[in-house]
């Protein structure tokens, strides 16, 4: 087998908030996702499956009105891959297929289809190599696009339904991420970040701009048919306000960290990966009456090494 380390970086989902009809919102999985990062040069092409969850519930402190939640999953199916046009530059894409679950108290909607396609482009900084000897290191910085494909108007009973719960954003938006990979022997780290600059659409709505920062710490095993790198780390996720029409919307934004936990498995030209997520600490910008509390998250991708 060949021994090469393949790195897989993991960006998981950033916090995009959501809008409730009634306008209270919490953090959902977004699905900024730039796929699999590989030490490899070579193309690949592969599928990955994601979930997360969300419960949401409002205290109208009121007797007229009645308390309102809302339980959420969020799930999607990404088609993605890299294609390396030189040794310094590569091109990744996404293409995501969503299905999103609503059920609450005033409100139960199911919303299922294609999602805003992501295409970001490499640049490979340095490259120190790919040997089982010595320290090396690599960095690659990319900027891309999120492309507004998605359905963004889908509504329920004739109103508009939250925001983050439609299948796209309606704008076109613009992303910076960086790579950092440091090994010795068999043991490494790897450091990956992003950012999502959003614009408006054409309803005059801009979700928040969204940062998040990984960390993750791996050993490399090796047999004599197969190689497993297990790892473990951290994730940090950033979303913004929203603002509607140029006001800022309340309830919306927040931040996340997050223990991370997976395993990748190298089988000739095949790659499993597999990853599982849950919330150290939560701080969403909610009210005095609204609470959101985010689940634990999951992963598995399928990859195929051209």
Same mark, same amino acid.
């Given at each position: 087998?060949?021994?090469?380390?393949?790195?897989?970086?993991?960006?998981?989902?950033?916090?995009?908030?959501?809008?409730?009809?009634?306008? %209270?919102?919490?953090?959902?999985?977004?699905?900024?996702?730039?796929?699999?990062?590989?030490?490899?040069?070579?193309?690949?092409?592969?599928?990955?499956?994601?979930?997360?969850?969300?419960?949401?519930?409002?205290?109208?402190?009121?007797?007229?009105?009645?308390?309102?939640?809302?339980?959420?999953?969020?799930?999607?199916?990404?088609?993605?891959?890299?294609?390396?046009?030189?040794?310094?530059? *590569?091109?990744?894409? %996404?293409?995501?297929?969503? =299905?999103?679950?609503?059920?609450?108290?005033?409100?139960?909607?199911?919303?299922?289809?294609?999602?805003?396609?992501?295409?970001?482009?490499?640049?490979?900084?340095?490259?120190?190599?790919?040997?089982? *000897?010595? =320290?090396?290191?690599?960095?690659?910085?990319?900027?891309?696009?999120?492309?507004?494909?998605?359905?963004?108007?889908?509504?329920?009973?004739?109103?508009?339904?939250?925001?983050?719960?439609?299948?796209?954003?309606?704008?076109?938006? /613009?992303?910076?991420?960086?790579? /950092?990979?440091?090994?010795?022997?068999?043991?490494?780290?790897?450091?990956?970040?992003?950012?999502?600059?959003?614009?408006?659409?054409?309803?005059?709505?801009?979700?928040? @701009?969204?940062? @998040?920062?990984?960390?993750?710490? /791996?050993?490399?095993? *090796?047999?004599?048919?197969?190689?497993?790198?297990?790892?473990?780390?951290?994730?940090?996720?950033?979303?913004?306000?929203?603002?509607?029409?140029?006001?800022?919307?309340?309830?919306?934004?927040?931040?996340?960290?997050?223990?991370?936990?997976?395993?990748?498995?190298? %089988?000739?030209?095949?790659?499993?990966?597999?990853?599982?997520?849950?919330?150290?600490?939560?701080?969403? @910008?909610?009210?005095?009456?609204?609470?959101?509390?985010?689940?634990?998250?999951?992963?598995?991708?399928?990859?195929?090494?051209?």
């Amino acid at each position: 087998m060949n021994r090469r380390i393949i790195l897989v970086a993991l960006i998981a989902v950033l916090s995009i908030p959501k809008t409730w009809a009634c306008d %209270v919102c919490g953090c959902s999985l977004s699905g900024l996702y730039f796929g699999y990062v590989s030490m490899q040069n070579r193309h690949f092409i592969g599928l990955k499956y994601s979930s997360a969850s969300f419960k949401a519930y409002i205290d109208n402190d009121d007797y007229y009105f009645q308390d309102e939640y809302s339980n959420d999953t969020y799930q999607r199916f990404d088609l993605t891959g890299k294609y390396r046009f030189s040794p310094r530059f *590569e091109v990744r894409y %996404v293409v995501p297929y969503i =299905i999103n679950n609503m059920e609450g108290s005033h409100q139960n909607v199911r919303s299922s289809g294609l999602g805003d396609p992501m295409i970001v482009g490499y640049y490979s900084v340095f490259n120190t190599g790919e040997n089982m *000897e010595g =320290i090396v290191h690599s960095l690659n910085v990319g900027a891309g696009l999120k492309l507004p494909a998605g359905e963004f108007e889908k509504t329920d009973d004739g109103e508009i339904i939250n925001r983050n719960f439609q299948l796209g954003s309606g704008s076109l938006d /613009y992303i910076l991420s960086a790579n /950092y990979m440091v090994r010795f022997g068999k043991y490494g780290a790897n450091v990956e970040s992003s950012y999502k600059i959003n614009s408006a659409n054409s309803m005059d709505y801009e979700f928040g @701009n969204q940062a @998040n920062v990984a960390l993750n710490v /791996y050993r490399y095993l *090796e047999t004599a048919s197969f190689s497993v790198l297990p790892f473990v780390g951290a994730f940090y996720e950033q979303g913004d306000y929203h603002y509607n029409e140029g006001i800022r919307e309340a309830n919306t934004g927040g931040k996340a960290i997050m223990a991370t936990l997976g395993a990748q498995v190298f %089988v000739s030209r095949l790659t499993l990966n597999a990853q599982y997520q849950t919330p150290i600490k939560q701080t969403f @910008n909610t009210d005095d009456f609204a609470s959101i509390e985010g689940g634990d998250r999951f992963s598995i991708g399928l990859y195929y090494s051209l």
